[in-house]
């Protein structure tokens, strides 16, 4: 079984940042994400770093819609840690669709996770009991290997 890491570190520090919040099966749970992952990140420091807030909130949409539209009306949780340089977010639910990064092009679904395969500096899944959960990581400091992915 695939277990969460946090960048080459098995689990987060005693005292890093951390929230995890469940939200009801709702188009209103989107917006509400986006709006705590911007309060959250406000909060910890990390706002204005080089555009992190706007990309996490927009990954975090896109993992949280597709978490509603793929988990059969059950509630999705949305958990934010903050530790060695990085933040990682992750979206569970009960689905089991795997999520795929399609190639660039026309494609009318799936954009969604061309946006976190093209932003993120990582990202996967893992099952998680009885369902999923789908996360990715951005850089929060200014050093090297923070930040989105160099192409």
């Not at 919040?21 to 959250?40: I, K, W």
């Not at 204005?48 to 978490?67: F, I, K, P």
């Not at 992750?90 to 799936?110: C, I, K």
Request: net charge positive; with cysteine; proline share 7%.
């Amino acid at each position: 079984m695939l277990r969460p890491r946090y960048a080459s570190y098995p689990q987060p520090p005693l005292g890093a940042g951390h929230l995890s919040v469940e939200y009801e099966p709702r188009p209103t749970a989107v917006r509400e994400a986006r709006a705590l992952v911007r309060r959250q990140l406000e909060g910890w420091g990390l706002a204005d770093r080089d555009g992190l807030t706007d990309t996490a909130e927009l990954l975090v949409s896109e993992l949280a819609t597709n978490a509603l539209l793929h988990s059969a009306g059950s509630r999705i949780r949305l958990t934010l840690t903050a530790a060695h340089g990085v933040l990682r977010c992750e979206v569970s639910d009960v689905g089991h669709r795997v999520p795929r990064a399609p190639a660039a092009g026309g494609a009318t679904n799936g954009r969604g996770m061309f946006l976190v395969n093209a932003l993120a500096l990582h990202w996967g899944r893992y099952q998680d009991g009885p369902g999923r959960t789908v996360w990715f990581e951005l850089g929060t400091c200014g050093a090297d290997g923070c930040g989105p992915r160099q192409p």
